[in-house]
Each structure stands twice: as C-alpha cells, then as structure tokens.
C-alpha cells in the first residue's frame, strides 16, 4: 500500500466519520468502548525463537509476555502455545475453541503445517475467530493466506543493535483499536518501509514514522471472508472475520513491555474477536 493511497482512504474514512477537512486535532469524542459481553478465547501463537531470551528482551518467550499481559483484562481467557508443542500448538481443540489468534511467526513460517494453517484461515473466513498478526507475522502462512499477497515490504538497512525511534501517530482516533491511546513514540525499533503489498485496509489506526524518512501503516484492519454481501440476511449469517496487522516489534527489542504497545494490541484483540457466539 502506497502511502498517498493510505493518505486518500483517510481522507475518505474522516468524512465518512464526520471529522471534516482539517484533521482530528480537539476530538471530544472518544472511540466505542471494547467490554466484551461474554468471555473471548484468545490464543497465542509463538515460534519461540531462542533469540527471545538470549537477547533478554523476554526472558519467558515474546509470546509468553504478550500472553501475560493479554490475561489481565477481563472477559479474555488467554492460552499460550508454541510450535515446539505437540501439533505445533495447533490441536483441534486449540483452533476450534479460539475467537481470536495471535501469532508470531519469524524463522519457521515455512515450517507450519498446512493443514492447521487451513484450518485456522477457514475458521476467520466464517467469522468464527479474528486474527491479530504481530510484526513478523506479515511473512506468515494465515497472514498471507487471508490477505491473497505475498504481504513484502521494501527492505532498509535497519537491523543495528541500538534500533532507531519510531513516532506513531493514531490517525483515526475514533476507531475502537485506537481506545486510550495518544501518539507515542519507541525508542528502540526496526524500521519496515513502504509500499506495503496488501490489499487496501478497511482502516488504519496507526501510523509510524522514522526520521530517516521512511513510513509504515503500523496498525491495520480489514473484514475478510463473507458472503453474501447484496444480502443482509447473508451478511449477518457470515459476516467474515476481523484481520489486524500490528507492525511493530522484534525479537530482540522488549517493545511489548511498553504500556502503550500493551494497550494497543490488548484493543486489537477485543477489536478482532467475532461480534457475536
């Protein structure tokens, strides 16, 4: 996705939102507030690299953390599984029970099993589980599956040790994901540049910036799957599942230690879960 392509859907979403030209700056209104009505089953998937801990970023595994921090809002029952797990983490039960999946992948996308992958994609299709892909998760086998691209990027030389500071901007700040958050910035990450090859998202919430010049949609949304959409009866039978991208993070860095990161990916989880049992 072009950034002048994201600058026209916004654009077109703020009228839509009534937020008129000038931007969004004095907002008195705040997003729908996220309280799930019943309990939502979160799962999170990690392939547990060992440069989680040896970097000391996570000393119990990325997921873990993100598991961890997930579990303290109520109404979510959070279940942590890895690849290194019996099915890879991916049983039967695991994927029927999910409403919500959220996956970090890196080195063993390839390594994934087809017909969990199958498994998981048709369910989110049905509108019977939304998908949160974190980071490096763009490059893996649901993600790209239920975005029908190959989900690249174009690469920079940013892989440094120190990392570089990321300003994110929340630039529709009525959307549910965007509940409780201000601007904010990260001192310490990878930079991931445009175009970003996607189909254009329903919305985006988030965008980041480098002082290298470089830009990323850093939280993206979309509805995929449904059928019937000249059908209202259709429509609500399956209404598709929820899909968010949420770029930032890396292995190595402890980004999801920091409130704002926690804050945004526990809305995007609420956000994404299925809207009805």
Avoid at 91 to 116: L, M, P
Avoid at 205 to 211: A, E, L, P, R, S
Wanted: glycine letters at 8%; one cysteine or more; charged letters at 20%.
């Amino acid at each position: 996705m072009e950034r002048r392509e994201f600058l026209k859907s916004v654009a077109v979403g703020s009228v839509g939102l009534g937020l008129g030209a000038t931007g969004v700056e004095g907002l008195a209104a705040s997003p729908a507030i996220l309280a799930p009505t019943r309990t939502i089953n979160v799962l999170v998937w990690d392939e547990q690299q060992e440069a989680q801990r040896e970097s000391k970023a996570y000393d119990n595994y990325l997921g873990n953390a993100v598991a961890e921090f997930l579990a303290k809002t109520e109404g979510l029952k959070v279940t942590s599984a890895n690849f290194k797990e019996a099915e890879q983490g991916l049983s039967e039960q695991r994927i029927a029970a999910a409403d919500v999946f959220v996956w970090w992948g890196h080195q063993k996308h390839n390594d994934v099993n087809d017909s969990k992958v199958e498994s998981i994609v048709a369910k989110v299709k049905s509108g019977k589980a939304g998908f949160v892909a974190l980071h490096s998760a763009h490059y893996s086998k649901p993600f790209k599956r239920l975005m029908g691209t190959n989900c690249g990027f174009r690469k920079v030389d940013s892989n440094k040790n120190e990392g570089f500071v990321e300003h994110l901007r929340i630039v529709n700040p009525r959307h549910p994901i965007a509940k409780g958050v201000k601007d904010f910035h990260i001192s310490k990450t990878e930079i991931y540049a445009e175009p970003f090859e996607v189909p254009m998202p329903d919305a985006v919430v988030i965008y980041g910036h480098w002082d290298t010049g470089d830009s990323f949609p850093d939280v993206s949304c979309w509805t995929v799957g449904g059928k019937g959409v000249s059908s209202a009866a259709a429509k609500a039978a399956n209404p598709g599942g929820r899909v968010v991208y949420f770029r930032p993070g890396h292995e190595t860095f402890p980004i999801f230690h920091q409130p704002e990161i926690q804050q945004v990916v526990t809305n995007c989880v609420l956000w994404a879960a299925p809207q009805s049992s």
